[in-house]
Each structure stands twice: as structure tokens, then as C-alpha cells.
């Protein structure tokens, strides 16, 4: 058990801010994005220590595990996932104010164009660019080959500089 | 216009969202529990050296009939294994210095039941001194004072215990350094006043006084 439990303290060490990051940008909450993370962890540990099913791919999981939290907590609130303008982003608090302001108020220009994304290109993005999956881990995760992940993340990204300038 | 690359290096931007660190720690501790506090030397590999540091500790200042007493000398046996053979005289010399001092040490608090195991290691260390000054047959300065310091504690002890400590049919140290010393300066070009040294660290000799020899020696050498 101690062995498992060093190993899972190893990974729960690596992905708790990737998790993290990923719900709180679809919840826009950090209250909602910790229960949520938090209950990630949790499910994953109950399946990683009983060994069945076994857990081929950790970060997989996690991100699975994340995305299926997310879908019922919008639906058992009946909420959509719209981003509110009123949201305020979590940041390094020992910035000075100013950088703290403009970085803020650049990340919720961003965060907004980034929600108003269909999911699959949301979860791209992130993927891809934020949490820096490998290409192949990130096509797992769409259930798409490389080739189309590719043009996904292409097709992406066109779109969020749209968004960009609209908002 | 912003480019796709521009919006990409936007997109890092959001990297900056982090949980805080107290939740990451307690959301750990509520899956996994608290972790052990990690002491180094409580895991089995550190505790195994540990006892033997304290086995080691313990035997250093131990006497003869002492439970770790055995651990002191096979220390001290596996110490002369790496020694070359022409300064294995000295050693053995410290080593009955030592034997010496322990006999002395029990002699003084009159302990009975340590005394026999005491005298037999003086004696047994001793006489190897002595074997090993006769393989060598070369003596030094060093070897001449480890000598006569051996030779003063075993005189002390010997009158303490009313017992020789050179076993019977074995030379004596301090009679075989002066034998050697006295060959050595034989075969020397000497000044006048080293010769009558000399002559008269023999006459010493001839009466038995061989720690007499070592000390009058000990001059022409300086």
C-alpha cells in the first residue's frame, strides 16, 4: 500500500495544477475547480489502488475522470457553461498590482474567448499549448488520429484569434 | 491584426492560473493521509549502520570480560591487515600500550573477575610485539619510545599485580630493542663521546637495565 501510495503522491504531485487549470477554466470557479479536482484525485486514487480496472494511461484518466465531474456538475445545476464577466482569475499575489491588472484583465480577455470555443477545440488548446501533452496524447484524448489533431488544433487556434478580436 | 503565433504566446498567459498551495497539500493529505515525517536514519539501512556505530561506540572504551570487548579487537585485527609489514612492529607495540592500559585501568578498581581475561590479552600482546620486532629486527625512534613507554606502564602494572606480563619463553621487548639498538650503533662511525655513550649503555645492558639502554641510546640518536 505504501508503495502505491508513494506512486500515486507522484502523480498527483505532477498533474494537480495541469487538473486544476483544466476545470477552472470550464467552471470559472475556484471554489467549484477544487471540489471538482479534488474529487478527481479521489476517484482516481479508489481505481489506482484497488487495481481494477487497471489504469493504463494516468493522465488519460484524469483528464476523463475531470471532464465527466464538469459535465454533472452542469447538469445537476442546470447551468451552462458561460463565463462570467464578473470571474476573477487566480494569479501570482506577490505581482505588483499594476502587472497584476493588466495580466488579469489580459487573462480574462482570453479565458472568454477561450469558453466561447466549441469543446473540442477548447480542450486542444489546453491540452496542447497549456499543459503541453505530447501530440499523441492529445489525439488519444480527442479519440482522433494525429493527422486530424493536427488540423484540430489549426483549426483552433484560427478560431480563438477570432474570438480575440471581438472581444 | 493579431497572428496565430501571437495568439499562442497569449494562450500561455493562462499558465498563471494555479491553485493555492495549502489546498494542494490538503486535498494530498485528505486522499492519501498524512505523510510519514521522513527520518533518514529510522529506515532499516541507516538503522543497521547505526547499530553498528553504536556496537563500535560502545566497544571502544570497553575492558577486557566486557560484553563488546571482542568487537574492539577484531577492529583492531582488521586494522593491522592493512598495514605494510615494516610498520607492523609499531602497531603491535600501540596495541600492547593499549592492553597495558586497560590491565592498569581494572587494576585500579581492583576488579577481580576482569583481571584474568586482562593479564592474558597484556601477555598475548606483548609477546606479538615482540614477534614482530624479532621478524623485523629493525628499530627507529618510534619503535624505541612506543618501547619505552611500554616498558615503564608494564613495569608499573607488573608491581601492582605482583605477576610478570612477559610470557615465560618469550623475549622481552624492551631487552630485544636495546639488543637491536646496541647492534645497530656497532656497525655506526661514531664521535668519541657517542662511543662512550655507547660502552656504557652496554655496561647497562650486561645488568639487566635495558630500558636504561633505550633511553641513553635515544641520545646519540637525537
Known amino acids: 500500500m505504501d508503495k502505491l501510495k508513494k506512486e500515486f503522491s507522484k502523480i498527483y504531485d505532477k498533474y494537480v495544477e495541469k487538473i486544476f487549470r483544466f476545470v477552472f477554466l470550464k467552471v470559472n470557479s475556484k471554489e467549484v475547480a477544487e471540489d471538482l479536482t479534488s474529487e478527481t484525485f479521489l476517484r482516481t486514487w479508489e481505481v489506482f ?29 442546470g447551468k451552462t457553461q458561460i463565463i462570467s464577466p464578473e470571474a476573477r482569475p487566480i494569479t501570482d499575489p506577490r505581482q505588483n498590482l499594476e502587472k497584476q491588472a493588466i495580466l488579469n484583465s489580459e487573462m480574462e480577455r482570453i479565458r472568454k474567448a477561450l469558453s466561447e470555443l466549441d469543446e473540442d477545440y477548447q480542450n486542444a488548446i489546453i491540452w496542447y499549448y497549456l499543459d503541453e501533452l505530447p ?8 479519440d482522433r488520429t494525429v493527422p486530424a489533431t493536427r488540423v484540430l488544433i489549426s483549426r483552433a487556434i484560427k478560431a480563438l484569434r477570432e474570438k480575440l478580436e471581438k472581444v | 491584426m493579431t497572428t496565430e503565433k ?23 493529505e485528505k486522499i492519501l493521509g498524512k505523510e510519514p515525517i521522513f527520518f533518514p536514519f529510522l529506515k532499516p539501512a541507516f538503522a543497521g549502520l547505526l547499530f553498528i556505530l553504536i556496537l563500535l561506540g560502545l566497544s571502544f572504551t570497553s575492558l577486557p570480560g566486557e560484553p563488546f570487548y571482542l568487537i574492539k579487537k577484531l577492529v583492531e585485527r582488521g586494522q593491522t591487515v592493512f598495514v605494510p ?23 585500579e578498581k581492583n576488579d577481580v573477575k576482569k583481571l584474568a581475561p586482562a593479564i592474558n590479552e597484556a601477555k598475548e600482546s606483548v609477546a606479538n610485539a615482540t614477534k614482530n620486532l624479532v621478524k623485523s629486527k629493525k628499530v627507529d625512534k ?32 624492551t631487552k630485544l630493542v636495546a639488543k637491536y639498538l646496541i647492534e645497530d650503533f656497532e656497525n655506526r662511525t661514531l664521535t668519541d663521546e657517542q662511543k662512550q655513550i655507547l660502552e656504557k649503555a652496554k655496561g647497562y645492558f650486561e645488568n639487566g637495565d635495558f630500558a636504561k639502554v633505550l633511553e641513553l641510546l635515544l641520545t646519540i640518536g637525537q
Do not use: C, H, M
Not at chain 1, 501530440?135 to 480527442?142: D, G, K
Open chain 2, 85 to 107: 609489514e615494516e610498520e607492523r612492529p609499531k602497531l603491535e607495540l600501540e596495541l600492547a600500550n593499549k592492553r597495558l592500559e586497560e590491565l592498569s585501568k581494572i587494576a
Open chain 1, 49 to 77: 489502488r484497488q487495481g481494477n480496472p487497471k489504469i493504463e494511461n494516468v493522465s488519460a484518466f484524469l483528464y476523463q475522470t475531470a471532464r465527466n465531474l464538469i459535465t454533472d456538475y452542469y447538469r445537476e445545476k
Open chain 2, 6 to 28: 501571437e495568439v499562442i504566446e497569449k494562450i500561455k498567459v493562462l499558465k498563471q492560473i494555479k491553485p493555492e498551495k495549502k489546498w494542494v497539500f490538503l486535498t494530498k
Open chain 2, 142 to 173: 618510534e619503535i624505541v619510545q612506543k618501547t619505552l613507554e611500554l616498558e615503564k606502564k608494564k613495569q608499573e602494572v607488573e608491581k601492582v599485580l605482583g605477576t610478570k606480563i612477559t610470557e615465560e619463553g618469550t623475549e622481552d621487548p
Open chain 1, 135 to 142: 501530440i499523441q496524447e492529445v489525439a488519444n484524448l480527442l
